[in-house]
């Protein structure tokens, strides 16, 4: 009999599972000769059958029958609806959808799906395929294919085979035992050692237990979700100094282990103590909870924290009214001489600078800070940008004034408390794509929490050094329990997702519906990409908020000389058709945290350094300004950029807290563009013209070329009046040259400039010529009037 290759193996519960061969072969052929199944070095008794159409159809995407290949979805993963087969048999769909590809919905064994029938012998041998949907939305991959392969990073396909159309899957049964998970199960035949993968077992657990710990009756509760561990203790103790008592941890359903000490343990300080085999032996770790609310340090312990939750809600401004201004607890405030050495280090700090008024003056309504979950700093007064974080409950220890006494949970609800007292939204920047070290996810299964490539090796799409798996549901339940903490804990209005692509747009959005039956206002904000795809086109499928990067590196380029009129348009517009749904969706910047700050990237002074911008940097700031903060969408400051903020040429300044720290005694030098930015916000505010979720019409926004028919532009908001009699007329010219421009139809009756490129005035002296319909704009310049009546 011809020699038969055992190529892998997989449980798909605790008593079956699916055996791969090299190629098609009749049951009849193949008999029962696979080998031995070893579990945790003990031969079990297993059986075989051929697998069923549809737990082969369910993996593979296809199977055969009758000749044909039936290709399948199964519309439990559908993203969509109508869908079609797309490949290379036919050009992926290049030239449209084509009703020949198209999948009819059907029934089998009671679920929903749809198939395409195809003759065998019309196919090739090989070819790379996947689903798409009507409005081109291309289907996640069935749980655990063994066919898919890699095309180019972040992109994966399904493979078809002739030889493999579903004869080579055969399905095993325990017979007198089961499959725990962690046990090892192997199947040996002679020199052949095939592994029996337990990833689909293990993606499928799931348990909405309440983890962490708590304190509930008098009774303190401790539960940790660590599916594939042997054993488990909980350690605590009342002082930090003293000794830990143990107690052993009990093995539930789902990977969940639990205990209960019976006593009120608030305040105390616990790790959990876990046993899993490495490499063989047992290796015992104590790590600190991913759940606790507190954490001494970013090593633990951890702290019982008694939460309260919030009874009432703090109602931050409409999305089309927000104006956010991004920042760094300690940048905001490491200059500022009211605030003593001691408090420049954290929230109670950022507390007495809101007291200032300092916001309030500038204009801005939500503040964007970034992480403030507790990173993986090395000392607590080491500077961090905190995108490297080790817990997602905790308040960063290091912005507390009192690490070992869980001070951080109060300062920072105190800090929320000092936010809405001035009418000012909170919103956090959080790191649900990778964490730091300690990994203590790591620690208790890599394999559950992160994406790995086909050899077990960490995938790095973050460029952190590891990306979390959040497909699964026990990763799903840690952010979505984590964010839910925040709202109802702290009352925080709203949160920032970084490079949101590999979280998943589709499931943020999921989770902004559960978030809003708490905070219904709650903002949502997705930074749409990652080193493995950009997904900023696929925001208008949601309704997340989206930094728009497009927008910034346009609007660069325009006050450089480098743009167009319909983009601009297009842009200032909120970026709808291709990227937004409405006009609020869209986050438009000028510079954030990362890379050059605005003055850096457009001065013309050498190495990028704008610490002493010149004019001409200046003028473009403030047409860069104007354009911002009169675009419909919602605005974001970098943090500084009305103080001209330079951090003097260098691209990457996560660790350089000397040159992110914001200098207020720029304000004396540079007083022009701090007050051009609270006119430009006090207009935006006042008009209700630049404050839209949505443009009421296609026409609501007019554009006006220059004579030149170069870059130069003229923008009307309300050209069709369907918003009052008030019309706001921006005009800006970014070349060295004169800018002219034919206002056809549009008279100068009843508009009054109000602001040129540096101030807002009620007289300018010389205001621009604008004579009947002809406006002329000086060089490198903008200027905005308004008509009321």
């Not at 009129?565 to 842009?571: A, K, M, P, V, W």
Request: glycine letters at 8%; aromatic letters at 12%.
């Amino acid at each position: 009999m011809e020699k038969i290759e055992v190529v892998c193996a997989l449980w798909l519960d605790e008593k079956s599972g699916l055996l791969f061969i090299d190629r098609n072969r009749e049951f009849s052929e193949v008999g029962g000769d696979f080998g031995d199944l070893i579990v945790n070095g003990e031969k079990k008794k297993v059986r075989f059958s051929p697998a069923a159409e549809f737990e082969v159809a369910e993996m593979f995407g296809y199977y055969e029958k009758s000749g044909k290949i039936i290709f399948l979805w199964d519309e439990k993963n559908k993203k969509g609806s109508d869908f079609h087969l797309a490949g290379d048999i036919n050009r992926w769909l290049s030239e449209g959808l084509d009703f020949k590809w198209k999948l009819k919905p059907r029934v089998i064994q009671g679920r929903r799906c749809s198939t395409l029938s195809i003759p065998k012998s019309e196919l090739p041998e090989y070819f790379q395929f996947k689903f798409v949907s009507q409005r081109w939305e291309w289907q996640p991959l069935p749980q655990c294919c063994p066919n898919a392969v890699t095309s180019a990073p972040g992109l994966v396909n399904l493979e078809y085979r002739a030889e493999k159309t579903g004869r080579h899957v055969l399905k095993f049964f325990l017979e007198n035992s089961r499959f725990n998970l962690g046990d090892s199960a192997v199947f040996l035949r002679n020199d052949c050692r095939v592994v029996v993968d337990d990833t689909r077992l293990l993606q499928g657990l799931y348990s909405d237990e309440k983890l962490g710990a708590w304190v509930e009756n008098h009774w303190t509760h401790f539960a940790l979700f660590a599916p594939r561990i042997s054993a488990a203790e909980v350690l605590w103790k009342r002082d930090f100094d003293g000794a830990y008592q143990r107690q052993l941890m009990i093995k539930k359903e789902n990977g969940i282990w639990a205990t209960s000490v019976n006593a009120d343990l608030s305040d105390c300080y616990y790790l959990f103590c876990i046993q899993k085999p490495e490499n063989g032996p047992l290796i015992s770790r104590e790590i600190a909870d991913p759940y606790a609310r507190a954490l001494v340090g970013k090593n633990g312990p951890g702290i019982i924290v008694k939460s309260v939750e919030m009874t009432h809600h703090f109602q931050p401004p409409p999305l089309e009214k927000l104006v956010i201004y991004e920042a760094h607890v300690r940048d905001l405030i490491a200059h500022v001489p009211e605030i003593s050495e001691s408090e420049k280090g954290g929230f109670s700090g950022l507390e007495k600078f809101l007291d200032l008024g300092y916001f309030k003056k500038l204009g801005i309504n939500a503040v964007e800070l970034q992480p403030i979950q507790e990173f993986d700093g090395e000392k607590k007064e080491d500077y961090h940008w905190g995108y490297m974080p080790v817990n997602y409950f905790a308040p960063a220890s290091a912005y507390g004034s009192g690490g070992q006494k869980g001070s951080q949970v109060r300062e920072f609800y105190q800090l929320v408390e000092a936010f809405h007292r001035q009418k000012i939204a909170i919103i956090l920047d959080v790191v649900y794509n990778h964490v730091g070290e300690p990994n203590y996810l790591h620690m208790i299964d890599p394999k559950y929490f992160f994406r790995q490539n086909d050899g077990g090796f960490l995938l790095n799409y973050s460029g952190c050094g590891n990306d979390l798996c959040t497909e699964n549901p026990m990763v799903r339940k840690l952010i979505i329990d984590s964010l839910e903490h925040f709202v109802r804990t702290y009352d925080v209005d709203g949160f920032r997702f970084d490079l949101a692509e590999l979280v998943g747009l589709e499931f943020l959005d999921e989770v902004r519906l559960r978030l809003q039956k708490i905070k219904p206002s709650i903002i949502m904000i997705a930074e749409p990409w990652s080193f493995r795809s950009y997904a900023g086109h696929e925001l208008r499928k949601t309704k997340l908020l989206g930094w728009n990067d497009e927008y910034r590196e346009f609007i660069r380029d325009y006050v450089l000389g480098n743009g167009n009129c319909e983009g601009l348009s297009y842009f200032m517009e909120g970026s709808l058709k291709f990227r937004s749904q409405f006009s609020a969706q869209s986050v438009n910047y000028l510079s954030s945290h990362d890379d050059f700050c605005w003055i850096d990237r457009i001065t013309e002074n050498a190495n990028h350094d704008g610490f002493r911008p010149t004019l001409v940097d200046m003028r473009r700031t403030h047409m860069a300004l104007a354009i911002l903060l009169l675009s419909l969408g919602v605005p974001m400051l970098g943090a500084g950029m009305e103080l001209l903020h330079s951090k003097r040429g260098v691209h990457n300044t996560y660790r350089r807290g000397d040159l992110n720290a914001l200098d207020y005694s720029r304000a004396l030098e540079y007083p022009l563009t701090l007050k051009y930015v609270q006119q430009l916000l006090h207009l935006r505010r006042e008009s209700r013209l630049l404050c839209l979720e949505n443009v009421p019409s296609e026409n609501y926004i007019r554009l006006f070329n220059g004579v030149e028919k170069n870059a130069a532009a003229v923008i009307l908001f309300n050209a069709t009046l369907e918003m009052g009699s008030e019309q706001i007329l921006f005009a800006v010219n970014p070349y060295f040259e004169k800018a002219h421009f034919d206002l056809g139809i549009l008279p100068n009756s009843g508009f009054s400039q109000i602001a040129d490129t540096f101030s807002f005035q009620k007289e300018f002296n010389p205001p621009y010529l604008w004579k009947e319909k002809q406006l002329e704009l000086p060089p490198l310049s903008c200027g905005i009037w308004r008509r009321l009546t």
